[in-house]
């Protein structure tokens, strides 16, 4: 699977951005998909997880209430919806393919990584 994410920019704590990432290759349904971000110096850590038709969820604790993850299978698309964004989310993130569904995983549960996308939240 190859997969791109694209969609971050810079905005204001409390806006909103919205992160795509598109994938193609195989069989996108088989995969369970997961967005991760990564500052610089710091572990690439998880954001939200979503299952491979889109009928489970899974968020870290910090976005919780805030992101949104859904996938549109017809097209080979998972998004993020991020609202209140806050400073401290400011980070590269990062789309991943996951064969199994591993709520909780790390980063070697999954076989396949986009490039990241910048989103950068001004105070």
């Known amino acids: 699977v190859q997969l791109q994410a694209y969609g971050g920019g810079l905005v204001q704590a409390g806006g909103s951005l919205r992160l795509s990432c598109a994938a193609s290759?195989?069989?996108?349904?088989?995969?369970?998909m997961g967005w991760f971000r990564q500052t610089p110096g710091k572990e690439r850590e998880f954001v939200a997880l979503i299952s491979w038709r889109g009928g489970s969820t899974y968020y870290a604790d910090s976005v919780k209430g805030r992101f949104t993850i859904s996938r549109d299978n017809a097209k080979n698309m998972v998004y993020l919806q991020m609202n209140g964004l806050k400073p401290e989310d400011t980070a590269v993130y990062y789309c991943?393919?996951?064969?199994?569904?591993?709520?909780?995983?790390?980063?070697?549960?999954?076989?396949?990584w986009g490039q990241g996308t910048q989103v950068t939240v001004s105070s």
């Open positions: 290759g195989r069989t996108f349904s088989n995969y369970a």
């Open positions: 991943a393919a996951d064969r199994n569904w591993e709520p909780g995983g790390g980063v070697d549960e999954y076989d396949y």
